[in-house]
Every structure is written in structure tokens, then in C-alpha cells.
């Protein structure tokens, strides 16, 4: 049974941070690359950032790009994502999904595709 959970949401000044942990107590996380995606209220839903399964590896949205970082610790089995410099616009439900990491995935293209299991997701209010 593939479960993830993601926590540390809320809401949030603009200009804050606030940093999300996906993990899990089913499987090791260790052996799947992963990608954060949200979905705003009325749009589609977006892929953020994605990390190897070793964590050698990032890729973000231009969305998030010098703002976000994604980051892991396989030893304790979670997945982080750091958020700096929010605003209005990144108010949405974030996600975190696993996948079998292959050598496309190092396109961030690829990375955000063919997620296998994912977490229900945490709610991240941006107030203007």
C-alpha cells in the first residue's frame, strides 16, 4: 500500500515561507523520484519541482524557479519543499507524487509525468 502524506501548509503573509514535507510510513521513499504539483482553485493542476530518487537531481516550473527548493532526507523517508518569497498567486492544493526515476526525468518535462502514487494534498494560503 502506496500512502504519502503531505503537511505544513497554512496560510501565510505574502513574502513569507513555509516549508511542506511529504512522507510516508508504507514504502521507501528512497527508491522513487518525486515531483511536487499544486492546483489553484478553477485551473489546471501544475508540476512545481521534481528530485531524483538519490536527491542528485532538481528541476522546477519557471513558476517557482529561485524561490522553491525540494530537497529529501531518505534516511528519515520524506521529501521537503521549501518556499520562500510567496505570493497571492501560489495560494493553491499541493501535492507530491512518486515515480520510478529514469535517465528522461532529468528533463523537467519528463519528471512531471507518469506519477505513480499520490498524497491528497495541503492546503497553502498566500494573503495579500
Known amino acids: 500500500q502506496f500512502e504519502l502524506k503531505e503537511s505544513g501548509g497554512g496560510a501565510v503573509q505574502a513574502g513569507g515561507s513555509l516549508r511542506l514535507t511529504c512522507a510516508t510510513e508504507?514504502?521507501?521513499?528512497?527508491?522513487?523520484?518525486l515531483a511536487w504539483f499544486r492546483q489553484a482553485p478553477g485551473k489546471e493542476r501544475e508540476g512545481i519541482a521534481c528530485?531524483?530518487?538519490?536527491?542528485?537531481?532538481?528541476n522546477y516550473a519557471d513558476s517557482v524557479k529561485g524561490r522553491f527548493t525540494v530537497s529529501r532526507n531518505n534516511f528519515e523517508n520524506m521529501v521537503f519543499l521549501e518556499m520562500n518569497g510567496l505570493k497571492p498567486e501560489d495560494t493553491a492544493v499541493y501535492y507530491c507524487?512518486?515515480?520510478?526515476?529514469?535517465?528522461?526525468?532529468?528533463?523537467?518535462?519528463?519528471?512531471?509525468?507518469?506519477?505513480?502514487?499520490w498524497g491528497k494534498g495541503v492546503l497553502v494560503t498566500v494573503l495579500s
Open positions: 507524487a512518486v515515480k520510478y526515476w529514469t535517465s528522461d526525468d532529468y528533463n523537467f518535462a519528463s519528471c512531471v509525468r507518469n506519477l505513480r502514487y
Open positions: 508504507t514504502f521507501t521513499l528512497g527508491q522513487y523520484g
Open positions: 528530485i531524483s530518487h538519490d536527491g542528485e537531481d532538481a
